[in-house]
C-alpha cells in the first residue's frame, strides 16, 4: 500500500517564493544595469560649421549686422531626440545683442541635422578705444574686442529628452559657445573658436 505524502508546509512554500523573488530582482536589475550602459543617453553634439555677416553696418559709433550661423547636431543616442526650448544668443561685452528661438523638433537615432539660424542684430554701441592702449583691447573677461577687430560671443543651447525602452525619459541639453572675431572695416569674418 502506498503511504500518502503530505503536503509541504506553509513555511516550505513562503521561502521558495521568497528565494524566487529575490532571483528575479537580481536577474532585473542586472539586465537594467547591462541596459543603460549600453544604451545610456548622451547628449547631442553641436558643430559650428560656418558663421556669416550678410550685412554689415557701422554708423555713429553704433553697429547693426544680420548674423548667420550653420550648425550640425549629432544624435549619438539609439532613439530619437525631441529637442525643444533650444536658443541661440549674441553678446557682446556680457550684453545680449542678439536672440532667437530654435524651433522645436526631432533627430532621429544615430542621425545628424544641419541648420541655419540668420537674424537681424539691432544696433547696438561700440565701446571707445584708449589711446594710450593702441589698436586693440579686451575687457579683461574675454567678452569683446575693439579696434579693428570686433569680438562677439555666441551660445546656442539645444534642450530636449530622448525615450528610452519607450517608457522612461531622459533630459539632455547640450551647449556651443564661440567668439566670433569680425573686422570692423567690412565685416568679413576672421574667424571663430568654439
Known amino acids: 500500500m502506498v503511504k500518502p505524502q503530505r ?14 523573488t529575490i532571483f528575479l530582482i537580481f536577474i532585473i536589475i542586472v539586465v537594467l544595469i547591462v541596459f543603460f550602459s549600453v544604451f545610456k543617453p548622451k547628449e547631442p553634439i553641436i558643430s559650428v560649421n560656418a558663421v556669416q555677416l ?10 547693426n549686422f544680420t548674423f548667420s550661423q550653420y550648425v550640425s547636431v549629432k544624435n549619438p543616442n539609439k532613439a530619437e531626440f ?7 544668443q549674441l553678446l557682446y561685452g556680457g550684453n545680449q ?3 532667437m528661438f530654435i524651433p522645436a523638433g526631432k ?4 542621425r545628424t541635422q544641419y541648420m541655419a539660424a540668420t537674424f537681424a ?11 594710450s592702449v593702441g589698436p586693440t583691447i579686451t575687457d579683461g573677461l574675454g567678452g569683446f574686442r575693439i579696434g579693428p577687430n570686433l569680438e562677439i560671443e555666441s551660445r546656442m543651447e539645444m534642450a530636449g529628452r530622448v525615450r528610452v525602452l519607450h517608457f522612461f525619459t531622459h533630459h539632455v541639453d547640450a551647449r556651443a559657445v564661440c567668439r566670433v572675431s569680425i573686422a ?3 565685416g568679413s569674418v576672421l574667424g571663430f573658436h568654439c
Request: charged fraction near 10%; proline fraction near 10%.
Open 121 to 131: 542684430v539691432e544696433s547696438f554701441p561700440l565701446g571707445a578705444v584708449p589711446e
Open 184 to 186: 570692423v572695416s567690412d
Open 7 to 20: 503536503p509541504p508546509s506553509g513555511r516550505t512554500n513562503l521561502a521558495s517564493c521568497v528565494v524566487a
Open 54 to 63: 550678410p550685412s554689415f553696418a557701422i554708423s555713429n559709433g553704433t553697429v
Open 82 to 88: 525631441s529637442h525643444y526650448d533650444s536658443t541661440l
Open 97 to 99: 545683442v542678439g536672440f
Open 107 to 110: 533627430i532621429g537615432s544615430g
